[in-house]
């Protein structure tokens, strides 16, 4: 029997982002991604950047970053940073957020194409990933995997 989690994505506030700031992962997950506090300082700068809570049965439990226009490019949307605290890991959680983001990106007008990257050697983030659909598609600059989704766009050609 599968149960549908409890999981929404709300606007990171005055209210919340302390919690989020105090969110840790584990040791071997810590140095694939920056902490919360560098993120939500980042986003304040960047126009593009979006941020958002993870919460789980009304609490918040993880976070996310996300560009609206990656590289410039109007209709490609990066997620950035990705993550679940560690004491609520293992839950489908983070599976649950990212379907819901994936949904939220994709209804977009503009959406063509969603990107994530990863080190290669973080093989639990390539699972999800790639069981959400994501396709590697080659490594950056930085030695991370570069994956994305791409979204078919449907012309009207009605006349």
């Known amino acids: ?8 994505l709300e606007p990171v506030t005055i209210d919340n982002f302390e919690t989020l700031l105090e969110m840790a992962l ?3 997950q810590d140095r694939w991604i920056a902490n919360n506090a560098c993120s939500i ?20 439990a993880g976070f996310l970053l996300y ?3 990656s590289r410039d490019e109007e209709g490609h949307y990066g997620i950035y940073r990705f993550m679940v ?5 293992g839950r489908g959680i983070g599976r649950r957020a990212l379907q819901l983001l994936l949904e ?7 959406a063509q194409r969603i990107t994530i990257c990863y080190k290669p050697e973080n093989v639990a983030a390539r699972a999800l ?3 959400c659909g994501f396709v590697e598609v080659g490594v950056d600059e930085l030695g991370e995997m ?6 078919a766009l449907f012309l009207d050609l009605a006349t």
């Open 85 to 89: 605290d560690h004491a609520k890991q």
């Open 26 to 28: 584990p040791p071997e």
């Open 1 to 8: 029997m599968s149960t549908i989690l409890n999981v929404t």
């Open 146 to 151: 570069i994956a994305e989704i791409r979204i």
């Open 129 to 131: 990933y790639l069981s």
């Open 67 to 69: 560009d609206i226009a």
């Open 41 to 60: 300082a980042q986003a304040s700068f960047y126009a593009d950047w979006r941020t958002r809570a993870i919460y789980h049965d009304g609490e918040p």
């Open 104 to 110: 939220e990106l994709r209804a977009q007008p503009d």
